[in-house]
């Protein structure tokens, strides 16, 4: 099953599920409709509370298109349950633009 959210600047902490244990992360999806201009850093993860990469490594939404996603340490089976969330992040002077259409698929393992 595929989840889809936005991120803006008004949202750049998303949650996209909140899956039982016994879940598979399959992919991720992340698609920059309008770039992200803060002054130095402009990066996007996928993680939970604790752990923002955990799911999808920091990628640069600094200019528009689909970008692919790095795998992070918890992608695949996860035997926890997990709130997985897309984490928008910044650094240098503030951003003014910016909005991504981020995603995931899951499956139940049986």
Known sequence: MWIFKRVTLGSPTVVLASPPPGFIEVRK??????AFNAGTDNNLSFGYT??????GTNTSVATTGRKSVTDGTASGYNATARVITAYYTQSGSAASTGEAIVGVELVRAS
Do not use: I, P, R
């Not at 604790?50 to 799911?55: D, P």
């Open 29 to 34: 999806f992340l698609h920059v409709v309008t």
């Open 50 to 55: 604790g752990s923002q990469q955990a799911f």
